[in-house]
């Protein structure tokens, strides 16, 4: 459940094989997707999903409005699975709303991790502690943008996509699973070591396991995915 990391340290945005990862972001081909095994996708807890941002504790040089612009650009792209979403501000509802599932700061929730989704305790976990280490290591990575990736995958945990993906492009995917075996691109190699490969919203391929799980008829697939992901593109490299 917890986001696999550990590069994201060293991390900054692509700077080779550009048009290839475009592409995969962008089209899921057939047969192309596919997951660690190590999960079973359902649908999601409810329909609508509510998300509830608390921005207590978070480290400083995040502000409310950037998290929360990160948690609704998750929700909004998750939700073209024909999901529907809808993220409560802090001010709006200081109380938690019931059924809300809660995005919150905390290092206990988050498991150690950047972020921990919990389902059984409608949380979505970062880790303010794993963001200063980001930081410290490599001041010059925009933490923008591992925010907004962390946060996506979680959230697809609990839009049902309880498997993690092996196409590395996709933002549910780890890249190996510590036993040698690595994810899969296209083209077959392995993305750059230090390079985040990963997308930082759900690609076509995590919408079309997104509409799977939740039972979405074939019919309305097309329609939708054509729709998808024109704002899922990384700021250039920046060194
Ligand atoms: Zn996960």
């Known amino acids: 459940m917890a986001m696999a990391l550990l590069c994201a340290l060293t991390l900054s945005a692509p700077s080779t094989a550009q048009s290839l990862r475009e592409r995969e972001i962008a089209q899921c081909l057939p047969g192309e997707i596919s997951t660690w095994g190590d999960g079973h996708d359902r649908p999601a807890s409810s329909s609508p999903l509510i998300f509830q941002y608390d921005h207590t504790g978070s480290p400083a040089w995040f502000s409310q409005a950037v998290v929360l612009e990160a948690v609704q650009n998750a929700a909004q792209a998750w939700s073209q699975c024909g999901v529907p979403s809808q993220v409560l501000t802090p001010a709006s509802d200081q109380a938690q709303r019931p059924g809300a599932i809660l995005v919150q700061w905390s290092q206990?929730?988050?498991?150690?991790?950047?972020?921990?989704?919990?389902?059984?305790?409608?949380?979505l976990a970062m880790n303010p502690a794993m963001f200063e280490l980001l930081n410290e290591r490599n001041p010059k990575h925009d933490a923008g943008l591992t925010l907004q990736m962390v946060i996506s995958h979680e959230m697809?945990?609990?839009?049902?996509?309880?498997?993690?993906?092996?196409?590395?492009v996709d933002v549910t995917s780890y890249y190996d699973n510590g036993k040698g075996e690595r994810c899969h691109t296209r083209d077959g190699r392995a993305p750059a070591a230090g390079v985040e490969y990963r997308a930082l919203l759900p690609t076509a391929c995590d919408i079309a396991r997104c509409m799977q799980a939740n039972n979405v008829p074939e019919r309305n697939q097309e329609n939708r995915l054509s729709h998808l992901l024109k704002s899922n593109k990384t700021k250039p490299p920046d060194h």
């Open 156 to 168: 697809g945990h609990h839009f049902g996509l309880m498997a993690h993906s092996r196409r590395c």
């Open 108 to 123: 206990e929730n988050s498991g150690g991790n950047f972020a921990q989704a919990d389902l059984g305790k409608g949380l």
